[in-house]
């Protein structure tokens, strides 16, 4: 058994960091835990981020937060929502797809992992969020980057670079994040009945309109269900009512379509978050790629409806197929994308990299810029 | 010249005439400029107190080329000081008199324009307005809009993440970009990014953003393009304080609402302004907001309706909302000439650009008068309220003895101040050679060695626009702290510098 270490302050950490560089111990991070599955399973010193918590500084005039990593996200989401406030990225949380409980997420891992659910396609990545870090380096020593102000272009963005950087530059010790205003109205339309590529070019259409829409996903046909195109609208109330308006003129020569009940949509919408309907038999993949070349990844991977959910207007695919995983990266690739792998048995996150492996400069310059945060490579687990 | 640039290596000054010839061999025809008038034009950018010839200056005409000039100059040791339109206003893109300066102006194509996945993939030397200009008609737009926007490049937005009036809704350049092709000092392409929402890995291309050229030569952009709103509704709001406006803005923002732009003025700007356009700014007031609302025609309307209710509970003594687009654009048009009305109140004037808590501002804009009158030169006020980014324009007269130096020690004073209460130097005009030695105000060493560990990564020998937003140079070797466990290096097949 690995030491865990469960620092509650920053001098703690850089205690350890020190003692790593010393001994060549490598140390893996964690927050809540909820993504430990993701990747390479590892034996190496963990440090846990959980007693070092708390939200440090909200103002909500300033549409600003600050607070330290192993703040669970659940509440930071309450202390917000009753100041009508969100992060609105929509913190992805994936502790129930791996059969977790939800809510155990901290703050310090959805940014170290980035993670966006549903409203990310028009509201940025989680690092569009992100102002200001505190953090320890490789060589264990503290520094800062970002401000806790929204518009601030001095030095360079470290807050973005650290942001999806996996705990491999550095240990987050405080985050400034940036909140907005949670919308008053929030109106899901139901577009019934199309194949892929019809939901595609109706999502596409929907976006390219002024109906302001703030999600889009599709949910393919199943034995129970038909193929639902969803679109979520949020604002003001008469605004909400008139861009659903302009939604069913604009889409209505595409299928039936329906005003979701609140019960519908949050079915919806959460099971484009729990991934519940996607067969944990498969391994699960998360492919990035331009919208319009969903539909030929698709066909490329012989997915068959029940085995894949897309998101952000189709440029976000949860696949769980047998295809081997050269079958996934190649077809990605190909259609200009990239593939993750998310859950697996320990055998297959053995033989396959997490990450979609990048071409030769652009990982030599991505080490490059590990070095520089990590020279003696001590979160260098194995574990990417 | 109160900021001190490194001083030119007499042996590439030596050389001149060798570079210009090999650099002649990789752009032929007029696309090298090695003689006296000729290098005038480039001798500034935006920040015409500081001027420079370069060394010489290079038009390459493909990305191929812009390759090959920046192998050559790293293999031999010339440095690089790359340009866009030339209008940053920090002096990003001052020259060195020992620096070849790399001008992207001649690489200007839109390469490709995608309706369904909404993006537009340029060169680097389109103008920022081009890219909405190429889209507009099928009713799209490009969000971010700096005030340059006619004449500044879009890869230059991206060296400087340019924001512009609208981004507190719509973001800065960062927030827009999916993807860019960058070449390396040493010659190397490197595409990061794409067509898809979100690039694989790290995020290089959130640093590659506002990183002032120091980092790699941006050779084609992919940017984001959004349906244009379909309409837009500005109101006018004079308040007999500053409190009073800032209360109006807190609480707009409070209420749920984020405008597309909410500018602030004071006094003197506000004066200035109307003397030079008539925009029918109200002149007994002592702070002006411009709120503008864009969406559906009901949206705005139910906007304007809260914000005039909120403005009215703050105390304003003036109230117009546009009811046409030629009123709104009214509106604008005094804000938009704040900058030449202030100018016509004294031979030069100085921009400053800091950030703030917005809940600071009436302490900061008092400090300001305060400082004001300690040196002796007036200061009117544009501020971007809604995201807290101020731009005092510092008025003095460059041929009086002294002046420019007194107004440079009151920017100073105003960016410590902003830093003190909890803001930054810069909120959109970036650091190069202006705030270059300010930067210690917010950052420790310890903070700045690892920014420049990173700069090391790009550009091991420092070839790419030195003496630019780092107060301190240190050679990449300097930065490495090489621990050496059981005898040997955790990578020994890394370069350590």
Known sequence: MQPRFYPSCEREIIEIVSNALCSGDRLTIAGGGSKQQIGR??????????????????????????????????????????????????????????????????????????????????????????????????????????????????????PKLLAGSWGRLGIITELTMKLLPRPETTATCLVMGLDPSAAIGAMAKAMGSQADVSCAAYRPSSAKQTAICAFRVEGFAP?????????????????????????????????????????????????????????????????????????????????????????????????GGHAMLIRADVGTRRDVDAFHPQPPGLAALEERVRRAFDPDSIFETGRF | MAIVMPPPDPSTLARRREIAAALRAIVPGEGVIDDGDGLRPYESDGLTAYRQPPLLVVLPETPAQVSAVLEWCHRHDVKVVARGAGTSLSGGALPLADAVLLGLSKLNRILDIDYDDRLVVAQPGVTNLAVTQAVEARGFYYAPDPSSQIACSIGGNVAENSGGVHCLKYGLTTNNLLGCEIVLISGEVIRIGGRQLDPPGLDLLGIIVGSEGLLGVVTEVTVRILPKPETARALLIGFASVDAAAQCVAETMAAGIIPAGMEMMDRPAIRAAEAFVNAGYPLNVEALLIVELDGPLVECDHLVEMVERIARNAGAISLRASVDESERIAFWAGR????????????????????????????????????????????????????????????????????????????????????????????????????????????????????????????PKSLLNPGKVFPKLHRCAELGRMHVHRGHNSHPELPRF
């Open chain 1, 239 to 335: 605004s909400v009512e008139s861009r659903c308006g302009k939604l069913h003129a604009l889409l209505a020569g595409h299928g039936e379509i329906v005003r979701a009940g609140q019960r519908e949509a949050d079915a919806f919408w959460g099971d484009m978050r729990s991934l519940a309907s996607l067969p944990i038999s498969s391994p699960l993949w998360r492919v990035n790629l331009p919208p319009s070349n969903a539909p030929s990844f698709l066909h490329d991977v012989a997915a068959e409806p029940g085995q894949y959910l897309m998101d952000w207007a189709g440029g976000l695919i949860w696949l769980a197929t047998p295809c081997p995983a050269e079958c996934v990266r190649a077809a990605a690739g190909r259609r």
């Open chain 1, 41 to 158: 399973s590892v034996d190496c010193s963990l440090i846990s981020l959980g007693h070092l918590n708390g939200v440090m500084d909200h103002d909500p005039a300033e549409l600003v937060l600050t607070a330290r990593p192993g703040t669970p996200l659940k509440e930071i989401e309450a202390l917000i929502a009753g100041e009508r406030q969100m992060l609105a990225f929509e913190p992805y949380d994936h502790a129930p797809i791996f059969g977790g409980v939800p809510g155990t997420a901290t703050i310090g891992g959805i940014f170290a992992a980035a993670v966006a659910g549903s409203r990310r396609l028009t509201a940025g990545r989680a690092r569009d969020h992100l102002l200001g870090v505190r953090a320890i380096s490789g060589q264990g020593e503290l520094f800062i980057s970002g401000a806790k102000v929204v518009k601030n272009v001095t030095g360079f963005d470290l």
């Open chain 2, 336 to 459: 938009k000439a704040a900058f030449p009305a202030v100018g016509r109140l004294a031979p030069d004037y100085y921009c400053m650009d800091g950030t703030i808590p917005r809940r600071q501002l009436p302490y900061v804009l008092d400090q300001l008068n305060i400082f004001s009158r300690h040196y002796e030169l007036p200061v009117a006020n544009v501020f971007h309220a809604g995201d807290g980014n101020l731009h005092p324009l510092i008025l003095y007269d460059a041929n009086k003895r002294g002046e420019l130096e007194k107004a440079e020690a009151f920017g100073e004073d105003i960016l410590r101040l902003c830093v003190q209460v909890g803001g930054v130097l810069t909120g959109e005009h970036g650091v190069g050679v202006e705030k270059r030695d300010l930067m210690p105000e917010m950052f420790s060493e310890v903070d700045l060695n690892q920014q420049q560990r990173l700069k090391c990564a790009f550009d």
